[in-house]
């Protein structure tokens, strides 16, 4: 079955950086656009960037455009977000998700200021 396992987040102090990667199976990868999300406590989730199947076209958010950067390697089935010059209110859980996956459990990244 599809399924989709965040991992990489922590606790980062402010201006800091982290890099998180999820590892996709059950489905062939390099078909799929993937994204980011992320969730703040008490806020909707909210799309963070967009990748294209062959990584040829991203998209972001404008709170993080500059800061965060999406990447894939088709080989490893991994997509992943770097994220640099993290802020306070970066701090949320971290989901990927593509078209035909249900949601994961994310990857929590708490900033600290």
């Known amino acids: 079955q599809v399924q989709l396992v965040e991992s990489g987040g922590g606790l980062v102090q402010s201006g800091g950086s982290l890099r998180l990667s999820c590892a996709a199976s059950g489905f062939i990868f390099s078909l799929y656009t993937m994204s980011w999300y992320r969730q703040a406590p008490g806020k909707e989730r909210e799309l963070v960037a967009t990748?294209?199947?062959?990584?040829?076209?991203?998209n972001y958010a404008d709170s993080v455009k500059g800061r965060f950067t999406i990447s894939r390697d088709n080989a490893k089935n991994t997509v992943y977000l770097q994220m640099n010059s993290l802020k306070a209110e970066d701090t949320a859980v971290y989901y990927c998700?593509?078209?035909?996956?249900?949601w994961g459990k994310g990857t929590l990244v708490t900033v600290s200021s």
């Open positions: 990748i294209t199947s062959a990584g040829d076209s991203t």
């Open positions: 998700k593509t078209r035909i996956s249900y």
